[in-house]
């Protein structure tokens, strides 16, 4: 189970607009066409910071703006590429505390548990991981991000809060995980 997040609330400067390349695409799919490919290498760094920035990348390439949006549109329904999105630079915009939090959740409402966090306005994402015991417990999987350590925690006693409200005696455990810097993000990449 995973539950996607994306929601685009910082700056155009923060968050360069991606298109991720799926990895896993069914194997009955034929290899992308050169036009494809040459989209995927045009936009899987992120799209350009302009006002129209399919135009721009269309014109890059040398085809009409709406050639490169049905063959974005097709690739993403074929699976080819997973999603197009921001990836938002958390540090740029303030958001200096990023915290996981990890949740033991009892297996029998971890669905509904996941559906229910993930949902909350300050979890970027919520995922479902498999336990390794004895040493890691947690199957909930919580990202928060805060301009302090202390606003971080406080939103993950809030999450701790609505869990014992809604979801009483399914939490058994929890911890946070606060980074320790900040990584390049990037999704595959095809080569060049």
Known sequence: ????????????????????????????????????????LATQGGLPLVARPYAAVAEALGVGEETL?????????????????AVPNHYAIGYTANGM??????????????ERVGALEFVTHCYRRPRHLPDWPYNLFAMVHAASRDAA????????????????????????????????????????
Not at 11 to 19: D, Y
Not at 69 to 85: D, N, T
């Open 101 to 114: 939090s990890v949740w033991d959740i009892d297996d029998a409402v971890i669905d509904a548990v996941g």
């Open 153 to 192: 925690l406080a939103r993950v006693a809030e999450i701790a809060a609505l869990l014992e409200r809604e979801f009483r005696g399914a939490c058994r455990g929890r911890d946070v995980l606060f980074s320790a810097g900040i990584l390049k993000k990037t999704g595959l990449r095809i080569g060049g």
């Open 1 to 40: 189970m995973t539950m996607p997040k994306s929601k685009a609330r910082s700056p155009a400067r923060a968050a360069i607009p991606s298109v991720a390349v799926a990895s896993d695409a069914a194997a009955h799919v034929a290899p992308l066409d050169e036009l494809d490919r040459r989209i995927v």
């Open 69 to 85: 949006r049905a063959r974005l549109a097709r690739m993403l329904e074929s699976g080819r590429i997973r999603r197009i999105g």
